[in-house]
T-cell receptor, first 110, second 111 residues
Framework: SQQGEEDPQALSIQEGENATMNCSYKTSINNLQWYRQNSGRGLVHLIL?????REKHSGRLRVTLDTSKKSSSLLITASRAADTASYFCATDAGGNQFYFGTGTSLTVIP | EAGVAQSPRYKIIEKRQSVAFWCNPISGHATLYWYQQILGQGPKLLIQ????????DSQLPKDRFSAERLKGVDSTLKIQPAKLEDSAVYLC?????????FGPGTRLTVL
């Protein structure tokens, strides 16, 4: 399967803690994107990191990309209950090669 | 800026019935996608349009699924006849400069 793999599958933390989730993929990519999906809702685009970038920040989000290891991580700092959602990475290899990972379900306990 | 609109939000049908979903992308976005997301999985691409032309429909079960994007704006996805395994959320997305923007999805339950 060309779909990326994410770990952990599920993560439960206390409010205020940091949450880290990882994404591994198989092919060379142009960029990698992270999305959030609240239960029963559509996907919300969080951040895009290009293949020539190693780290990117957006608010409480920090994304890293290691193309040599074909992996990315998403760090959410100072988590809040509202961060409870599923998080998906998606790899874009150009053309029609855009694939979502399997997702990490994050629960932030107030 | 208005987001991607989809309707209906929920649909329950019996197997072998037909169903249609509608999507209105963000204004100016030439590329439109339909994804199927089965519970507990990541979204899977069904079909991609560039304006009103099909770019990729390799994963669309063409014996029962069809989609069109007349005039290169709105799109409809149809399932006829539906099977139990079609129960999923159907997501529409449009893109501009690489970033994809998703609609809220239509949750289909086939009984």
């Amino acid at each position: 399967s060309q779909q990326g793999e994410e770990d952990p599958q599920a993560l439960s933390i206390q409010e205020g803690e940091n949450a880290t989730m990882n994404c591994s993929y198989k092919t060379s990519i142009n960029n990698l994107q992270w999305y959030r999906q609240n239960s029963g809702r559509g996907l919300v685009h969080l951040i895009l990191i290009r293949s020539n970038e190693r780290e990117k920040h957006s608010g409480r989000l920090r994304v890293t990309l290691d193309t040599s290891k074909k992996s990315s991580s998403l760090l959410i700092t100072a988590s809040r209950a509202a961060d409870t959602a599923s998080y998906f990475c998606a790899t874009d290899a150009g053309g029609n090669q855009f694939y979502f990972g399997t997702g990490t379900s994050l629960t932030v306990i107030p | 800026e208005a987001g991607v609109a989809q309707s209906p939000r929920y649909k329950i049908i019996e197997k072998r019935q037909s169903v249609a979903f509608w999507c209105n992308p963000i204004s100016g976005h030439a590329t439109l996608y339909w994804y199927q997301q089965i519970l507990g999985q990541g979204p899977k691409l069904l079909i991609q349009f560039q304006n009103n032309g099909v770019v990729d429909d390799s994963q669309l079960p063409k014996d029962r699924f069809s989609a069109e994007r007349l005039k290169g704006v709105d799109s409809t996805l149809k399932i006829q006849p539906a099977k139990l395994e079609d129960s999923a959320v159907y997501l529409c997305a449009s893109s501009y400069l690489g970033g994809k923007f998703f609609g809220p999805g239509t949750r289909l339950t086939v009984l």
